[in-house]
């Protein structure tokens, strides 16, 4: 079974910065993309940024140029760095994994539990 753990997640000010960090376990043999989602109260679940094996990224125009995804494939981790926050990055952010190959199985998805960012001051 795959699982992905989120950490980072906690209250910052606007203009502020903070890193969101994610491993995934289990008997792994490729992720083809990992990403992070949020969900702000009220809204639906949006895509923030992924990044594939090769390392072609994805970012929702909101976030360019204040965001940066990174990631190990080595380790099956994924970061973002989030930088110059704003009350409206405040969200559960949900780490994602697409096209997870194992020993026995291939799951199309998989998803953390969230972690919350709250701006404010």
């Known amino acids: 079974q795959v699982q992905l753990v989120e950490s980072g997640g906690g209250l910052v000010q606007p203009g502020g910065s903070l890193t969101l960090s994610c491993a995934a376990s289990?008997?792994?043999?490729?992720?083809?993309?990992m990403g992070w989602y949020r969900q702000a109260p009220g809204k639906q679940r949006e895509l923030v940024a992924n990044i594939t094996t090769g390392g072609r990224t994805n970012y929702v125009d909101s976030v360019k140029g204040r965001f940066t995804i990174s990631r190990d494939n080595t380790k099956n981790t994924v970061s973002l760095q989030m930088n110059s926050l704003k009350p409206e990055d405040t969200a559960v952010y949900y780490c994602?994994?697409?096209?997870?190959?194992?020993?026995?199985?291939?799951?199309?998805?998989?998803w953390g539990r969230g972690t919350l960012v709250t701006v404010s001051s």
């Open positions: 289990g008997s792994i043999f490729s992720i083809y993309a």
């Open positions: 994602h994994a697409d096209n997870v190959q194992t020993k026995l199985h291939r799951y199309l998805e998989v």
